[in-house]
């Protein structure tokens, strides 16, 4: 069933607009896209913001992890989904290696993407390790997604992709650094697999809209990556994902039928030739 928008629901997503959703207590609905095609499905559907994640590595590339991803391919996958996109918010993520060294280099990086992708906003993981990056982004005119918890840019110093924050001291930390996030100017806040009481806490303290992933019910938004949710990819299943179809199944039942109707000389039939 297709989601209607009204007019005002149909408006353009910005940066002062979810910030009204939070107010409003309007939850927001994220989805990650890589592509024209899917970019103008999930847009005419209603998601409120479309993120450009570095996630592109492990769908659209078949890495085992978000690192290999550069800045360029980014670039590449946030300009076709842009061109797709009438109403959502575009966010896109700044990959690894393009702003943890050098904060002059991430803003850098940050204003190639911006004018390149033609974006609303970029994403980068972490917080006061990055503080001058984020900063320097900000003052640029750049509107700033921050993003903690379960980072996966830095799964090699987690050794694993387990829930983050579940002692105390890290809780706390992570408590402070949603704070500084906010305080440095971000816009919003993605929190991703953390206790959900931890979660609900950080959106009643923050005045930015949180986006949770394995976070919980409590905060102002959720986000998905799109083949996940659209179950194809059958090997990723973890307790907070939520499959909304089997196309891993529907899209191979209609090649595997398309295969036969060519071996066979069923297709094209006569209607279908000139």
Known sequence: MSTQLNSAENR???TKRLKEMKEQKEKIAMITAYDYTMATLVDAAGVDVILVGDSASNVMQGNKTTLPVTTEEMIVYAKSVVRATKRAFVVVDMPFGSYQSNPYHAVDNAIKIMKETGADAVKLEGAQAIGEALRLIITAGIPVVGHLGLTPQSINQFGSYGVRAKEEAEAAQLIKDAHFLEETGCCALVLEKIPAGLATRITSELNIPTIGIGAGAG????????????????LFKPKFLRQYANLAEEIGNAVSHYVSDVKNVSFPSAEESY
């Open 219 to 234: 905060t102002d938004g959720q986000v998905l990556v799109l083949q996940d949710m659209l179950g194809m990819n059958t």
């Open 12 to 14: 353009k997503v910005t």
